[in-house]
């Protein structure tokens, strides 16, 4: 079966940094286009982050110039670096196989001095 499965979240200070990882398996990784998201307490799940099969890569304005989402097809991995973080991305990140029902189990960041 698919199974996705995020690490790298925890405690951060303010313009601090994270390196979330996900790794996949049961599924052909490779032609997947892949995203994540992220779920604030009380708020809806929103997108963060999406990159292609195809390497291609977009991110909502909140995002912009501060995450960069990337693959390793060979690891069947994929990255989301987060830099200058702020209190407002505080949230469960999830990782997300586009247009499939399939998710991680979320991990848990949180930017706070």
């Known amino acids: 079966q698919v199974q996705l499965v995020e690490s790298g979240g925890g405690l951060v200070q303010p313009g601090g940094s994270l390196r979330l990882s996900c790794v996949a398996s049961?599924?052909?990784?490779?032609?997947?286009?892949m995203a994540w998201y992220r779920q604030a307490p009380g708020k809806l799940r929103e997108w963060v982050a999406v990159i292609t099969s195809g390497g291609s890569t977009s991110y909502p304005d909140s995002v912009k110039g501060r995450f960069t989402i990337s693959r390793d097809n060979a690891k069947n991995t994929v990255y989301l670096q987060m830099n200058t973080l702020k209190p407002e991305d505080t949230a469960v990140y999830y990782c997300h196989i586009q247009t499939s029902s399939y998710w991680g189990q979320g991990t848990q960041v949180t930017v706070s001095s």
């Open positions: 049961g599924t052909v990784f490779s032609v997947k286009n």
